[in-house]
């Protein structure tokens, strides 16, 4: 039986930030991945022939600043640039904002709906820019239950996104675009109760250069994880892809090894988990291995997702009403938001509660080909869509290929009616809803984060690295901070076993 001073279970971004850093540290290191491809949910795949598509996640910020540098990723052919212009919103009127990091340009942009907006957005930006920065530094923390924040930033992380926005503007579509941060891969409406954190831990971001800017990864978001792996290569850690563990090996109360689906053993004293809660501890372990305090956690563990990702190969650009064309424009570059007011996207979610889907979605929309044209086939274009409201237990029945398909035939509706080339621009499409992210990626209730960003399941509150199975740690976002494409659970996990977070 082959032996190993470390072996984790997982490829995704953040059980590679771990490898690498413990065979840095000098750990005979094993990394198995149940997929072919390391990366988890960083992903760059060919969908398409000549499509290269980042097929879950898209976009960084949060990756930390120390992994890029400690790891010296730059080497290793990580280059992310920043999203510019930020945000586009277009209107069923025909206006649009367009927002980015130009206040001359911001200014004119919401002055043309309201001009005392002008001065909120600036507050607004600074104040969701403090509390990123406040979480940022209790990211760092060894213990992040002993995070602490002033009355006033508790209350804001605490409290809603809307009432977060609805302080300093008043400009509905302001409002929204703005808020909508608030309720990414969660299953809550702007107006509920904890969506303030989940828009705090978007501008909690330092990867880009700038508090809370997001910024495309050149190649897609699967150039992180090769960066990563790479690194953890050129350290001397060991890859098998296509190797799902089925067991952790666990002798008088500690770990031994691991035991592949097709049975398959390797020995380690230190096995580290990327994958999610429920799988570590509800798939992996029995039931008697477990801690009281984790399987107490785990039975009350909120993972239930609510995204649909739509990627999508065009022949041409979307060509907006509110600004018209195919040929490349500025408002390409940035999000682009259905979002046109707080109450459509409360109502978004509200219809999913009662036992659907959302009837007029939430969407997210990005499209990287305009700024690295090397993602898709002379000339075409990749968009990808993030919606919500779509949850992985429908009340109306389960996801089968009649409902994916009308999902998607909604999605596309909701954008066409802002740009009406789309239908017919769409050359392919790749629907993963909830199950197929959770069957693709492993994301346990299609999850993104791998469990709700909500109070009650964020920095303390969310899985300790150390598991308190002697041996056995949790690298993947079940730990905290939690989701996003960050490293810091991984970086976590590895400074918990090597005993300190400086380990370069
Ligand atoms: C559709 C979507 C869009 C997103 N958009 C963004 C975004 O734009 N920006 C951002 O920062 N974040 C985004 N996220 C969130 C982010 O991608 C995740 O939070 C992050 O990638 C999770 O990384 P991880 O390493 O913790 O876990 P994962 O990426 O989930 O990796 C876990 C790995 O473990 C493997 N595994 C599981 N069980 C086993 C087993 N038994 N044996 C072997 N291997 C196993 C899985 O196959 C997987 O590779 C998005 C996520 C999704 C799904």
Wanted: one cysteine or more.
């Amino acid at each position: 039986m082959e032996r190993y001073d470390a072996i984790v279970i997982g490829g995704g971004h953040n059980g590679l930030v771990a490898a690498a850093y413990l065979a840095r540290a000098g750990r005979r290191t094993l990394v198995l991945e149940r997929r072919e491809i390391l990366g988890g949910a960083a992903v760059t795949e060919e969908v398409w022939p000549g499509w290269s598509v980042s097929t879950a996640s898209y976009v960084c910020s949060l990756l930390h600043p120390q992994i890029i540098a400690e790891l010296n990723l730059p080497a290793f052919g990580y280059h992310a640039y920043r999203k510019e212009p930020a945000s586009f919103t277009p209107l069923l009127d025909g206006r649009s904002l367009l927002l980015g990091s130009d206040a001359v340009d911001n200014a004119l942009e919401i002055g043309s709906f309201d001009r005392r907006d002008i001065l909120g957005f600036e507050a607004f930006d600074a104040e969701a820019t403090r509390l990123g920065s406040a979480l940022a530094d209790a990211f760092d923390l060894d213990d992040p239950a002993t995070a602490r924040f002033e009355d006033a930033t508790q209350r804001a992380l605490a409290g809603s996104a809307a009432d977060l926005v609805e302080r300093f503007v008043r400009t509905p579509v302001l409002r929204a675009t703005l808020a909508s941060d608030g309720v990414i891969g969660t299953y809550a409406g702007p107006r509920d109760a904890g969506t303030g954190y989940v828009l705090a831990h978007h501008y909690a971001g330092r990867a880009m250069g700038a508090q809370g800017a997001w910024g495309f990864v050149r190649g897609g978001m699967g150039a992180v994880s090769r960066a990563i792996a790479l690194a953890a290569r050129r350290a001397g850690a060991q890859f098998r892809t296509g190797a799902p563990v089925a067991r952790i090996l666990v002798r008088d109360g500690r770990v031994s090894g691991v035991a592949l689906d097709d049975g398959t053993e390797f020995e380690a004293d230190t096995i580290l988990s990327n994958a999610h809660p429920s799988v570590t501890f509800g798939e992996l372990l029995t039931a008697s291995e477990v801690p009281p305090t984790i399987a107490s956690k785990l039975k009350s563990w909120r993972s239930e997702g609510v995204s649909l990702k739509l990627n999508l190969a065009l022949g041409e650009l979307p060509d907006f009403t509110a600004r018209p064309g195919v040929t490349p424009q500025l408002h390409h570059r940035a999000t682009i938001h259905v979002a046109p007011s707080i109450d459509y996207l409360q109502a978004a979610h509200d219809d999913a509660h009662r036992g659907g889907v959302s009837n007029a979605p939430m969407l997210e929309c990005f499209m990287q080909t305009p700024t690295d044209p090397s993602l898709a086939p002379p000339g075409k274009h990749l968009l990808s869509i993030f919606a919500q409201y779509y949850p992985y237990h429908r009340g109306d029945g389960v996801w089968d290929d009649t409902k994916r398909e009308a999902a998607a035939d909604s999605i596309v509706a909701t954008l066409a009616q802002f740009a009406s080339n789309l239908p017919n621009a769409i050359e392919a499409r790749q629907i993963l809803a909830p199950p197929d992210l959770e069957a693709r990626f492993g994301l346990t209730g299609g999850h993104i984060f791998h469990g709700e960003l909500l109070p009650g399941q964020i920095l303390g509150d969310r899985f300790p690295v150390a598991t308190g199975v002697a041996g056995l740690y949790l690298c993947g976002s079940g730990a905290s901070p939690g989701g996003c494409v960050s490293g810091i659970p991984g970086l976590r996990a590895a400074g918990a076993v090597l005993g300190s977070l400086a380990v370069a």
